[in-house]
T-cell receptor, first 117, second 112 residues
């Protein structure tokens, strides 16, 4: 199983709404990531969790709040978003969280296409 | 930080060979990755290089020169389905990063 599953696939939300994006993997990976991707742009790193602890927050606004309840799950809580936050949100995971070569290939989920209205 | 450069767009003919170049600058290099991304879909892993040289995987090969901060992805026997964006990504340890930083991607159009 090399699958990262994200739900929902599509989400439309108002600027006053609260919603959550979910990500799940059962590959035993201990590093999980949230990326944001705008149209015709590369994925931009938002958060990194290593062994269920937040290790990197790329200066993301507080209206995005990540959570890692266990080693298989990663959530992204959304509150008071702006229209410019509309994008494809990608979850990824990789084996370990360490530095060794060959253990850092990241597997991506299909993403949640978010539209903020 | 990292600086990753790759051409924005390339066009090639079905059955031909195309080489997509990537140059990078990073202080704590720990691997270079190539991903393929079709429009509206997630990136899918193609190849990984951490040592100098060529890695071959079927129709796809990737080359790395760490001293030159240079990599290329070689696609042989091009098929129409190879039309996609190809993302070069680098892993850097010195700044505490464990995640990948992506280049802007190269949109490849394969023509009949």
């Amino acid at each position: 199983d090399t699958e990262v599953t994200q739900t929902p696939k599509h989400l439309v939300m108002g600027m006053t709404n609260k919603k959550s994006l979910k990500c799940e993997q059962h590959m035993g990976h201990r590093a999980m990531y949230w990326y944001k991707q705008k149209a015709k742009k590369p994925p931009e790193l938002m958060f990194v969790y290593s062994y269920e602890k937040l290790s990197i927050n790329e200066s993301v606004p507080s209206r995005f709040s990540p959570e890692c309840p266990n080693s298989s799950l990663l959530n992204l809580h959304l509150h008071a978003l702006q229209p410019e936050d509309s994008a494809l949100y990608l979850c990824a995971s990789s084996r370990g969280g360490g530095e060794g070569p060959g253990n850092t290939e990241a597997f991506f989920g299909q993403g949640t296409r978010l539209t903020v209205v | 930080g990292q600086n990753i450069d790759q051409p924005t767009e390339m066009t090639a003919t079905e059955g031909a060979i195309v080489q997509i170049n990537c140059t990078y600058q990073t202080s704590g290099f720990n691997g270079l990755f190539w991903y393929q991304q079709h429009a509206g879909e997630a990136p899918t892993f193609l190849s990984y290089n951490v040592l100098d040289g060529l890695e071959e995987k079927g129709r796809f090969s990737s080359f790395l020169s760490r001293s030159k901060g240079y990599s290329y992805l070689l696609l042989k026997e091009l098929q129409m389905k190879d039309s996609a964006s190809y993302l070069c990504a680098v892993r850097d340890l010195d700044t505490g990063r464990r995640a990948l930083t992506f280049g802007s991607g190269t949109r490849l159009q394969v023509q009949p």
